[in-house]
């Protein structure tokens, strides 16, 4: 009786290691966060889940928050939220983003986090999106380095999971 359950417990383990693997390699990745651009929402060194399989579903929001390649040196990823999806129209008036001409509710940037540079109107071309990072006065963004090209994302943040007290659900 003890080899059968030996065996059986194996079995479940085996099943059920193929089945976390088969869910890292294929639809989960785990990610940890560079730098401060995405505080206070990510911190630095912070482990988060990337959803690798998402946009081949769905369609890439405005308030996502999204990991590429970086456009300037493809073999660096970049984390940041899209605020410009392909036909916008996207300014900033000292700090305030506007989106097709109203301003967007960026419940994510707290006061502190603000800045105060402003941008002429861009229209997000087919195929790109214009993303910021939470940090305004921290981050390199499209306003310093251009769109974001959609083969370049890859993912979209979703979950964290250390520092054990920042665990939960992305927003």
């Known amino acids: 009786m003890g080899g059968q359950s030996a065996w ?3 079995r479940e383990f085996a099943l059920a290691l193929g089945i976390a693997i088969f869910i890292i390699v294929f639809l989960y990745q785990p990610v940890k966060v560079e730098g401060t651009s995405m505080m206070p929402g990510l911190a630095d060194q912070e482990r988060i889940f990337i ?12 308030g996502d928050v999204v990991v590429f390649r970086y456009p300037g040196d ?5 984390i940041k ?6 036909g916008d129209r996207i300014e900033i008036a000292r700090g305030a983003v506007l ?11 707290p006061e502190p986090f603000r ?21 305004r006065n921290l981050s390199s963004d499209s306003r310093d ?11 979209k943040a ?12 992305l927003r």
């Open 115 to 135: 800045d105060d540079r402003s941008m002429s109107e861009v229209t997000v071309p087919a195929g790109s999106y214009f993303v910021l990072g939470d940090h």
């Open 51 to 62: 959803n690798k399989y998402a946009y081949r579903l769905g369609a890439i929001e405005r």
């Open 158 to 169: 979703v979950f964290a999971y250390w520092p054990a007290e920042m665990a939960g659900k």
């Open 81 to 86: 939220r899209i605020v410009g999806v392909p």
């Open 74 to 78: 493809p073999s660096k990823n970049y």
């Open 99 to 109: 989106a097709n001409g109203s301003r967007l509710q960026e419940p994510y940037v």
């Open 8 to 10: 059986k417990w194996l």
């Open 145 to 155: 380095f251009g769109m974001v090209e959609r083969e370049a994302i890859f993912g």
